[in-house]
């Protein structure tokens, strides 16, 4: 069994490092991206700190709690599409049939079907993340949690477009549900929580989970505590066995489009 999982995960990191590879052919269109995407993320920065310098506090959030929070927001939607673009276009590669080349590799469909590609911004993202990080105070302590929350929610978060996605094995236009489901993810996320309350607060630890993704994290950061780190690891768990049973209970359904598509 553990054999098998570390053979999964080698042919994983296998195909990443490949896609890697792929896109950096170019060098001037990779690099160019990478930057264009941390200067797109530097410009929302600028408009926080108009904001600070009419108001000191917004939703119980200071500058630097605001920096930290875009941080960790860039590095979780840095990490998820940069090593599982294909996560979130998983709809398309069901409607469209195109499943068929990884039912036939012997190894994990999902895993095969999410990690074929990556998305050259998303590295500005998580380059971004760590500038935030420095600018608001390097530890060691603090950058071993931030890369450990980075993950963990890149975990989530590419687990919920899963799930999500993986709706499609039921329902047709079902992709509208999982486009919808992660601009909310992004969209939230980049506020503060404090100003959010009742019922939009729920949601924000139901249906959209970004408090698990971001605000958790950022309160362990900010203080912490053990029991809330134990809480996340615990969530990630639940949210990676949950994407896998939805995938594989819809893959039962699928119907194959014929497509003979070599994969290398």
């Given at each position: 069994?553990?054999?098998?999982?570390?053979?999964?995960?080698?042919?994983?990191?296998?195909?990443i490092k490949y896609a890697i590879m792929r896109e950096m052919l170019n060098k001037v269109t990779f690099t160019t991206n990478v930057l264009f995407m941390i200067l797109n993320n530097a410009s929302f920065i600028i408009q926080w700190i108009i904001f600070f310098s009419?108001?000191?506090?917004?939703?119980?959030?200071?500058?630097?709690?605001?920096?930290?929070?875009?941080?960790?927001?860039?590095?979780?939607?840095?990490?998820?599409?940069?090593?599982?673009?294909?996560?979130?276009?998983?709809?398309?590669?069901?409607?469209?049939?195109?499943?068929?080349?990884?039912?036939?590799?012997?190894?994990?469909?999902?895993?095969?079907?999410?990690?074929?590609?990556?998305?050259?911004?998303?590295?500005?993202?998580?380059?971004?993340?760590?500038?935030?990080?420095?600018?608001?105070?390097?530890?060691?302590?603090?950058?071993?949690?931030?890369?450990?929350?980075?993950?963990?929610?890149?975990?989530?978060?590419?687990?919920?477009?899963?799930?999500?996605s993986s709706l499609s094995f039921w329902f047709q236009k079902s992709d509208l549900i999982a486009d919808t489901g992660n601009s909310l993810m992004i969209n939230f996320s980049t506020y503060p929580d404090g100003i959010f309350k009742g019922l939009v607060k729920i949601?924000?630890?139901?249906?959209?989970?970004?408090?698990?993704?971001?605000?958790?994290?950022?309160?362990?950061?900010?203080?912490?505590?053990?029991?809330?780190?134990?809480?996340?690891?615990?969530?990630?768990?639940?949210?990676?066995?949950?994407?896998?049973?939805?995938?594989?209970?819809?893959?039962?359904?699928?119907?194959?489009?014929?497509?003979?598509?070599?994969?290398?």
């Amino acid at each position: 069994m553990l054999t098998e999982v570390k053979n999964q995960f080698k042919i994983s990191f296998l195909s990443i490092k490949y896609a890697i590879m792929r896109e950096m052919l170019n060098k001037v269109t990779f690099t160019t991206n990478v930057l264009f995407m941390i200067l797109n993320n530097a410009s929302f920065i600028i408009q926080w700190i108009i904001f600070f310098s009419l108001k000191k506090n917004i939703g119980g959030y200071g500058l630097k709690q605001v920096l930290l929070l875009w941080g960790l927001t860039s590095g979780v939607y840095g990490f998820s599409r940069f090593f599982f673009k294909k996560a979130f276009s998983l709809s398309d590669t069901i409607n469209n049939g195109k499943l068929d080349s990884y039912l036939v590799q012997p190894k994990n469909v999902l895993l095969s079907a999410i990690t074929t590609d990556v998305e050259a911004s998303a590295l500005g993202d998580l380059l971004y993340a760590y500038i935030i990080l420095f600018v608001y105070g390097f530890t060691i302590p603090r950058f071993i949690l931030f890369t450990l929350f980075v993950a963990l929610g890149g975990i989530i978060v590419t687990s919920i477009s899963v799930i999500l996605s993986s709706l499609s094995f039921w329902f047709q236009k079902s992709d509208l549900i999982a486009d919808t489901g992660n601009s909310l993810m992004i969209n939230f996320s980049t506020y503060p929580d404090g100003i959010f309350k009742g019922l939009v607060k729920i949601l924000l630890y139901t249906l959209v989970p970004v408090g698990f993704v971001i605000y958790l994290p950022l309160k362990v950061m900010l203080k912490f505590k053990l029991s809330l780190l134990l809480l996340l690891l615990l969530i990630t768990i639940l949210f990676i066995t949950f994407a896998f049973i939805v995938f594989f209970k819809g893959l039962k359904r699928y119907s194959s489009s014929n497509l003979m598509i070599a994969r290398i």
